[in-house]
């Protein structure tokens, strides 16, 4: 079975900076994107950020210039580089892996930006 942790999160605030980490395990022989998502509280979860095993990134423009990731595909690893955080970035931030058959997603961790 596939599984991904996600760690790093907790409380920041405003203007602070995260760095969130997923490792992923099991079997696994390829991988064409990892990536970050988030959920707010009452809200859906959404794509921040992606990353292709040919180093090709793409951000939402929400995070845009403030958010960087960062992959090590061979090693099945991921993170992410929250900078300039906003109170409505708070979330739970979500690593997810993209195989051949199939998506996959981490237990999540909670980001909180409150001063």
């Known amino acids: 079975q596939v599984q991904l942790v996600e760690s790093g999160g907790g409380l920041v605030q405003p203007g602070g900076s995260l760095r969130l980490s997923c490792a992923a395990s099991?079997?696994?022989?390829?991988?064409?994107?990892m990536g970050w998502y988030r959920q707010p509280p009452g809200k859906e979860r959404e794509l921040l950020a992606s990353?292709?095993?040919?180093?090709?990134?793409n951000y939402a423009d929400s995070v845009k210039g403030r958010f960087t990731i960062s992959a090590d595909i061979a090693q099945k690893m991921v993170s992410l580089q929250m900078n300039s955080l906003k109170p409505e970035d708070t979330a739970v931030y979500y690593c997810n892996l993209v195989l051949p058959w199939g998506d996959y997603w981490g237990q999540g961790t909670q980001v909180t930006v409150s001063s």
């Open positions: 990353i292709t095993n040919g180093g090709r990134t």
């Open positions: 099991g079997r696994i022989f390829s991988i064409t994107v």
